[in-house]
């Protein structure tokens, strides 16, 4: 999978949120969210997610409409394995080790964390 600009990561977290959505849909919410991009950047960037595989373009009408079709934690998997690849030699456990030692974790995240684990482990 390829990798994504900070840009292009913005266009798609708009498409995550919100769905299917115009290049207007989506310069407007950047808009509100302080990110002031042109029309023509927007449908530069959407242009470069559909090229890589991440978006889809429907054509039916005047407007296209684009979608994501790459999920949040599709990409984050690529991208950790990607990273696991570079850094680490092809290794997790370094990655997960910085992820878990993170002072981000909720006392949700560090349960649903010990309950994948406990799925890992094989039953004795």
Not at 46 to 64: I, M, N, P
């Amino acid at each position: 999978m390829h990798s994504v600009s900070d840009a292009e990561l913005e266009v798609l977290k708009v498409l995550w949120a919100g769905g299917p959505a115009t290049v207007r849909d989506v310069a407007a919410v950047l808009r509100r969210q302080k990110r002031r991009l042109a029309y023509n950047t927007v449908l530069t960037l959407l242009s470069r997610l559909r090229e890589k595989g991440f978006v889809e373009a429907d054509r039916r009408d005047t407007a296209h409409v684009f979608r994501a079709v790459v999920s949040r934690d599709e990409l984050v998997g690529s991208s950790l394995s990607a990273l696991a690849d570079r850094v680490c030699d092809g290794t997790a456990s370094p990655l997960l080790l910085a992820l878990i030692r993170n002072p981000r974790l909720s006392s949700t995240d560090i349960a649903q964390l010990r309950k994948m684990l406990d799925q890992l482990e094989p039953e004795e």
